[in-house]
């Protein structure tokens, strides 16, 4: 069985979840899963758990993000995308394209920094236990809770015949489609998403992502040569190398005392996850820091064991 993580390069058209059940047929194993969904429209990394590295989906998930986004101008939709069907008045063409950048980039000062955003209505995201695009589809009046998310940076890379091109860093959870749909409210023309490529997913680029259609036809071989091992996850975590003695209490889910630790890595906060890893270097478990046991001494307890 694989354990790490494969970097995809998704193409359009299918679902994340497409991606995942082909995978699982060609690597022959079902413990596969991602690790941030991606629009079937949407492009670019989609980093795949397997085996083991399933257990760190959730840290793996909470990265940031990085995209490429070509933001249409002129008309919103429904979806706030371009699968979506126009959604009030399409703005003329001259008045779209008379937008220029120096138009654009104050604009785009108020989607940086931490915001409350409200997720499209077509959107994963539960209203009364049911998925917000499932009451869309039934044509409710849908308006899933804003959220806070993080854009650490929204960079106007370019503006031609209505099309912005915007790279965006941010928090999971951001709805880039939100964003291009608010971009165009502010302007007073209205907007849709009409391209998405994912460049990045934490420490995942695009640059070391390989296609699906070379996954697939390359099967188990071709995933084992580029598969991300458990060892090279995650590594800009704190960590903390154990002794022999403290290796075999993690196998048995035990907390490691100051004596069982070789080195730590400071500085990490309070319920900061830190990696732990055997003298030879192998990831065993992530784990956080305790309270001072009994005996006053320091404790680390495991919340994720992968050996």
Known sequence: MLDGVLVVDKPAGPTSHDVVAAVR?????????HTGTL????????????????????????????????????????????????AGERAPKAVVEAIAPNAIEPVLARFRGRLEQAPPPFSAKKIG???????????????????????YACQLVSVEG??????????AGCYVRSLAQDLGAALGVGAHLESLRRT???????????????????GMTRAA?????????????????????????????????????RWLSPPFGKDEPIRLVAPDGRLLALATQAALGADDVSLLRPTVVLV
Do not use: W
């Open 225 to 261: 040569a580029r598969l991300v091992p458990l060892d090279g996850l995650l590594g800009d975590y704190p960590g903390a190398q154990l002794t022999e003695t403290g290796v075999e209490r993690i196998r048995h889910g035990q907390a490691i005392t100051s004596g069982e630790v």
């Open 200 to 218: 990045a997913n934490g420490e995942f680029r695009v640059a070391q992502a390989i296609s699906l259609a070379e996954l697939l036809e390359g």
């Open 129 to 151: 236990g049911v998925r917000a695009y499932t009451l869309a589809r039934r044509q409710a009046a849908v308006a899933p809770a804003p959220v806070m998310v993080t854009v």
């Open 39 to 86: 629009d079937p429209f949407a492009t670019g990394v989609l980093a795949l758990v397997l085996g083991r590295a399933t257990r760190l989906s959730r840290f793996l998930t909470a990265s940031t993000k990085r995209y490429v986004a070509g933001v249409r101008l002129g008309v919103a939709t429904d979806t706030y995308d371009v699968t979506g069907v126009p």
């Open 162 to 171: 209505g099309l912005v091109t915007l790279d965006i860093s941010c928090s």
């Open 25 to 33: 047929r060609a690597v022959g194993q079902r413990r596969v899963g």
